[in-house]
């Protein structure tokens, strides 16, 4: 539908979202292990770190050559695994983009620790639908689209830059592609969508992204905001600029300057 690019949405509470940058690193880590160690290394990797929903449920059994972590593990163990670079080259590039600015409005633990109930959530949420499925879940999927509709909850109004059908540039506010998303996540689900896809995963990442984000937000982290409203979201500590008289001051004096502020944007 639509391939994020950039947004003009700068980081107002922390200096660096090394959150979000760890976890594009290790995502990234896992695929090249994965990736790099053969057909074969892969596979058991998918079977021994992915989500199976009939093993966690005890309708099957895994077989023990490829046990390598208690089930229950596999609720986050099968986030950081990706069938290809396309897989994982489009989640990060979801997680760049949108990542930083929710790691800004939650803080470094709590984004941490966000994300990986998102995860959970998709997973849990995938368990519940396919009860029975032998089929493995793998793929950040579930985390990125609770990033995504926190994004929409806090910054609906700010810039973002998309190209839209793979090939149109747009500068449009982000509730528009954002919304659009989450009903196409909504719609795929309800009809059934591509067997390869875990619709179900991604709508078990955006019921909980949208409850988690109200609940661990940073404290004076407004809803709603946009890129603008400086003022209302401004760091707790950051000094406001008020209003002054002007004393008149000798023609040859040096005149005094105003302070400024500016910062760069993700």
């Known amino acids: 539908m639509f391939i994020p690019l950039y947004d003009t949405n700068r980081l107002r509470h922390i200096r660096l979202q090394y959150v979000t940058i760890g976890l594009i690193v290790v995502n990234a880590l896992v695929y090249l ?35 390598v972590i208690p089930e229950s593990l596999s609720y986050l163990t099968y986030s950081f695994l990706h069938a290809d670079i396309f897989h994982l080259g ?14 800004d409005a939650l803080g470094h633990i709590r984004y941490l620790i966000f994300y990986l109930l998102c995860a959970v959530a998709g997973a849990a949420f995938q368990g519940l639908v396919a009860w029975d499925s032998q089929v493995p879940l793998i793929g950040a999927s579930g985390a990125i689209a609770g990033v995504v509709v926190a994004y929409l909850i806090l910054y609906p109004r700010v810039k973002v830059w998309v190209l839209a059908f793979a090939r149109i540039p747009l500068r449009i506010p982000a509730f528009i592609p954002l919304i659009l998303w989450v009903l196409f996540q909504v719609v795929m689900f309800a009809a059934g969508g591509e067997d390869q896809i875990s619709w179900a995963c991604h709508i078990g990442g ?14 004076g982290v407004p809803l709603f905001a946009g890129a603008d409203d400086d003022a209302a979201v401004a760091a707790p500590n950051q000094p406001q600029a008020t209003a002054e008289p002007v004393a008149p001051e000798p023609p040859a004096a040096t005149p005094r300057w105003g302070r400024g502020n500016a910062s760069s944007s993700d």
Do not use: C, Q
């Not at 955006?206 to 404290?219: E, H, T």
């Open 33 to 67: 292990a994965t990736a790099l160690g053969g057909e074969s290394f892969s596979n058991a990797a998918v079977l021994g770190l992915g989500f199976i929903p009939s093993v966690v449920h005890d309708t099957a059994e895994l077989d023990p050559r490829f046990i």
């Open 90 to 103: 489009g989640n990060m590039l979801f997680l760049w983009v949108f990542g930083d600015n929710v790691e």
């Open 206 to 219: 955006i019921i909980a992204g949208a409850v988690l984000v109200l609940v661990l937000r940073s404290r």
